[in-house]
């Protein structure tokens, strides 16, 4: 069995590229969901206060509450299909970070 030093560099690469591109595009998409559900919420409740609706405010935190954990949930098995190696983890967090 030969052991070749250059392959694994540029398996190491390439997994590296691809975990700061999937951490770097993560946190955009993170950014972008968080404001349209933050207007989403500012927009129930200014339309609470002016008397158009009514929010039954403790079923939406309990249904907010649920979704973080479902969100948690699909975090921890997608991390369980992507492949494990320390240069894909090494970039998703250093793309995770800058972006």
């Known amino acids: 069995m030969e052991f070749n ?11 590296a590229l ?9 946190k ?9 559900i ?3 919420i500012l927009s129930l409740f200014y ?8 929010i039954n405010t403790e079923k939406l935190f309990n249904l907010t509450g649920n979704l973080s954990q479902q969100v948690i949930g ?3 098995k997608v991390v369980g299909i ?11 967090y250093l793309g995770f970070k800058k972006g």
């Open 5 to 15: 030093t250059s392959t694994m560099f540029s398996d190491m690469g390439v997994g």
């Open 18 to 26: 691809v975990g700061f591109i999937t951490g770097y595009a993560l």
């Open 28 to 36: 955009k998409l993170l950014k972008i969901a968080v404001a349209i």
């Open 38 to 40: 933050g207007a989403y």
């Open 47 to 54: 339309l609470q206060q002016k008397g158009v609706i009514t």
């Open 74 to 76: 699909l975090g921890q």
């Open 82 to 92: 992507l492949p494990g190696t320390s240069a894909f983890v090494a970039g998703f």
